[in-house]
């Protein structure tokens, strides 16, 4: 694979070949981060058959990837709270540009391109003022940040951007942090969660759960073809967990999901199928993957997987990654371990 990347690398330099596409970096379906037994990490692309085609180093442990919806090109993101924000060439494996948040910012893991991929958006803490922020990035003038805007709400998580058009949707996880304090949460009392929907960098609309639910952080989204957003959330409250996964279209009442498996209060990361017939979400703290009917919002089944948290749709199922190295089909036969710690998100092209 090296030597193919460095010998269209050489004819793209002569203008001999045209841009490239994904296919010229092995074709991946999927990407995902991870972490190496030796201690390092890397950036993975991995194909429909579920072999990896290729593994870019990062300097941390990363959380999750923008594809570019052309461009064999990746944003690698590190976990919260995430001090650098690569764009990567997936097919000679150099690192492009380095994205670096403000001062008094930093990433939350997470980020979309726009429909033409000209701009990037990624989710952002101004840790100062305790509020969310989205981050544009023009791609053509090398990744320069040229704007910015509110998120909707404080701790904005994951970003995606809706069919058809250049409709964002923000996971605004209602929990306020400072780098200063790590990980640490710094108002769970008086958070207040929400989906935000944002177009031309206004707030069309907002989500905000039950106030019983209040300290049930959004956290993930899933989209489908239809413009439905799934989302999974993490419990900061006291005793059991309330419904953990969520389906939401515009202008209607979000439906809350229960299933009968206990979920440890933590959803890690949810999928959409292809037809939007079925939800998956997954929790490493319980070790199990759950799937919902999205048309009845009720729970139909869940299989148990160490470590399980990386999930997305394939055709006809889903593919789920687990931190013990598995990767595979929800439906298939368990397959050996990889020496790859896989990380939170597995990441579809």
Known sequence: MTNRRHFIAGMLASGLVPAPTWADAGGPAYLAAAGLRDGSFVLCGIDAALEVVFEIPLPGRGHAAAAHPSKPQAVAFARRPGNFALVIDCMSGRVKATLHAPEGRHFYGHGAFSADGSLLYTTENDYANGIGRIGVWDVALGYIRVDEF???????????????????????????????????????????????????????????????????????????????????????????????????????????????????????????????SEIAVTSPRAGLVQVFDAATASYTRSIALTDVCGVAAAPEDFVVTSGTGIVQRLSGRLNPEKPLMWDNHLVRL
Do not use: C
């Open 150 to 276: 509110a998120s909707g709400g404080v701790g904005p998580h994951d970003i995606k951007r809706l069919p058809g058009g250049d409709t964002l949707v923000v996971a605004n996880g209602g929990i306020d942090t400072h780098p200063d304090s790590g990980r640490a949460k710094l108002n769970i009392p008086t958070m207040r969660p929400n989906l935000t929907y944002i177009n031309d960098r206004r707030i069309i609309e907002q989500i905000e759960l039950p106030h019983d639910m209040h300290r049930n952080s959004i956290r993930h989204l899933a989209v489908g073809s239809d413009g439905r957003v799934a989302f999974g959330m993490q419990w900061q409250g006291d005793g059991d967990a309330p419904a953990l996964v969520g389906l939401h279209q515009q202008g209607e009442t979000p439906l809350l999901l229960d299933g009968a498996e206990d979920m440890h209060g933590y959803i890690g990361s949810i999928a959409l199928s292809d037809d939007g």
